[in-house]
DNA sequence: GAAATCCAGTTGACAGTGTCTACAAGGTTC
DNA sequence: GAACCTTGTAGACACTGTCAACTGGATTTC
């Protein structure tokens, strides 16, 4: 969606996101300041203020450009798997491991950018009372959302509201990104990898292929 | 083992954790800055530096008091569900319900005091590499660690080594309390309680004692 | 007991921050 | 051509963390 540096004559406003965006990525969020952005871009350090109303309001769009990176990411992950069940059984294809793959690209773009994650979710930085910014974060949940309607539509958990269990998947899933990215989760389970660390969530709490289809292949 | 005012020559080092308690608790995490402790004090704006060599040393020593207090919530709600399965069935008692006592408890305290769960868990803020820290935030994983291992002793999940199924338990409630604080779950979720949300997630990860002795009592 | 030392808190300074106001330059509109 | 609006500049203000110099009182040492 966003479409970088195509067009010669951006806006200053353009470049002081995409300033942003680097020094989150460089220097992570303690080095995302006004000032140091239109230092970056090179204007004076009132210039920003001709574009964004505070602080506040330049962390929104940053992480409104974050959550769209974020959705189309887990659309492109879940792009990637067919969507008939595979001859070969659920593991191939079809919608169950779709609902893993998205929440591998989630924790992936986690960690990718821990700098713009924290951004997004860190507690007291946004309110998620602005209508816009409550708009943009809806679209990433609504692609998991669509994932765990076609799982249930399969048989799993059929029974529990839909949104509830996208709720607690996304729940179970941010918590490992949120705890691995500030190094919480390492400093309390050390020796662990992120992808056995992920692996057991999945185990947990996605919808496990297998036992959904062991009747079939009970040795697989 | 907090003792507050119990002792009235209380040091100033005491005074300030206190007081800094009490902004998080009123004025949230962006209250809480070096002068406004000493403000609230009474002393000069450079007295905390006699105690704490930066903010950051006093937000620590301010986590580490929170993550005793979590520990002792969860060792508390545990504590109050007999340790022996009663003969009702697993649903009254038992090492099974005490799991989701345990993430209830971790949840309220998030919901009781959000600044202070904020400071305790907000990525950048604190260095998780600090050794004494990660000993403070080590207690609470462990009262969740030992009643994963009680639970798979009685044949929950019993292959998945306990302490990356104690991990993937806690990403989940922690993921939930996360996004609950910050308004991100009401965002995109919206007119869902938190007991509904939470019941979810115990739905999906926890073990269902339900489902383990489907065979005595199957409508139930 | 006097002197030296140390500790805890004060005070002032500095650079950095967000935000506000006044101002200037350039384009647009009537 | 004049009025106006937009956009960026420049300076000021209050606030922040951090540092160095200082002060007063308690403690230690001779």
């Given at each position: 969606m966003a479409?970088?540096?195509n067009k010669d004559p951006?806006?200053?406003r353009d470049r002081l996101v995409e300033a942003a965006l680097e020094i989150l990525s460089a220097e992570g969020i303690e080095g995302l300041t006004l000032r140091s952005v239109?230092?970056?871009v090179g204007v004076s350090h009132g210039a920003p203020a001709r574009h964004f109303r505070s602080l506040s309001d330049l962390r929104a769009e940053v992480a409104a450009v974050g959550y769209r990176s974020l959705s189309e990411s887990i659309e492109k992950a879940c792009a990637q798997i067919p969507a008939e069940p595979s001859?070969?059984?659920p593991l191939e294809g079809g919608p169950f491991p779709?609902?893993?793959a998205a929440g591998r690209a989630y924790l992936d773009c986690a960690l990718a950018n821990p700098?713009?994650?924290a951004l997004m979710f860190r507690p007291g930085d946004l309110d998620f009372e602005n209508a816009s910014l409550a708009r943009d974060s809806q679209s990433a949940?609504?692609?998991l959302h669509e994932q765990v309607r076609i799982a249930q539509s399969a048989g799993w958990k059929p029974t529990h509201p839909s949104r509830l269990v996208a709720g607690a998947l996304w729940a179970s899933i941010h918590g490992l990104a949120t705890l691995w990215v500030q190094g919480a989760y390492q400093g309390v389970n050390p020796n662990v990898s992120i992808d056995e660390a992920v692996a057991t969530s999945f185990a947990l709490s996605a919808p496990d292929p297998v036992s959904l289809t062991d009747k079939e292949n009970e040795h697989e």
């Open positions: 479409r970088e540096s951006e806006t200053l239109a230092r970056r001859p070969d059984g779709r609902l893993p700098g713009l994650f949940f609504n692609q």
